[in-house]
């Protein structure tokens, strides 16, 4: 089943928690601290747009790539909003292309755990060497396995948000590192303002979407790093921002392109 399409209108609303503001500073400090402080950077599972704009917000010129055209939808409304000026391309991050080189990617939000093959996920990480600039710095994210086995596990999870509402169903198949995610969502019908009465009932659609995501381990992530030509710097737990231990949740990880010349 595709994902992210009936959740994608409700997708920040529930995302609410995520500290998106806290991550961007990080994310602008680290790029900084590798030698980016501006120029032409890419949001590689950008989704709603919420981390490119902010990224925009500090000067650099933003491209974002997402598979989902619904959750590019919204955020070329809040580009709209911004003004800021954002590239967003309709791609798949295993085959992404993009018309030159920038001087850094960076992936949150555990967009890579998508990617539910090493080898499909070491292709990834081959893009991205290919379209950094010489020396330029690959930023993300992922959920560890410790995270999906540990602690979300099989485990069901429901919010009502009022105008929405979720249930989610978690379970990890430990031997073949998958995490699935059922969602069942309930949204509220908008009614028309010639019918719209406070007499009337509140009536909910119901949409249902499968999630996969993979557990990596750290030194997974290094391997296919190093075996995609990239050279990995440091990471960081995403929680701590020290450096990340066997309990680790999420981490973020920061690599160099290696390969190319310098002009």
Not at 59 to 68: E, K
Not at 163 to 185: A, G, H, M, Q, V
Not at 225 to 250: I, Q, S
Request: include cysteine; proline fraction near 2%.
């Amino acid at each position: 089943m595709e994902a992210y399409t009936s959740f994608a209108a409700v997708y920040d609303t529930f995302m609410d928690n995520v500290p998106y503001k806290e991550w961007g500073e990080f994310i602008h400090c680290m790029l900084c601290k590798y030698g980016v402080k501006d120029g032409l950077a890419l949001d590689l599972g950008c989704g709603t747009g919420t981390m490119t704009e902010i990224l925009a917000g500090y000067g650099y010129d933003m491209i974002g790539v997402d598979n989902s055209e619904d959750m590019l939808e919204l955020a070329m409304e809040k580009r709209i909003e911004s003004g800021h000026d954002i590239l967003y391309l309709l791609q798949d991050m295993r085959e992404f292309e993009l018309y030159g080189t920038v001087r850094a990617v960076v992936s949150v939000c555990d967009s890579v755990n998508y990617v539910t093959e090493p080898e499909g996920l070491e292709e990834v990480f081959r893009l991205v060497n290919n379209y950094l600039d010489p020396g330029g710095i690959f930023l993300f994210d992922f959920n560890t396995d410790y995270k999906y086995r540990e602690i979300m596990g099989d485990c069901t999870i429901a919010e009502d948000r009022g105008e929405c509402s979720f249930i989610w169903d978690n379970y990890y198949y430990e031997k073949e590192r998958i995490n699935e995610y059922d969602l069942t969502l309930f949204i509220q019908e908008k009614n028309s303002d010639e019918i719209q009465s406070d007499h009337m009932p509140q009536l909910y659609r119901k949409y249902k979407e499968t999630h996969y995501q993979r557990g990596y381990t750290l030194k997974e992530i290094r391997e296919l790093l190093e075996n995609a030509g990239l050279v990995f710097e440091a990471a960081y737990d995403m929680d701590t921002k020290e450096e990340p231990g066997d309990t680790a949740e999420r981490i973020c990880v920061i690599a160099r392109e290696s390969g190319k010349q310098e002009e």
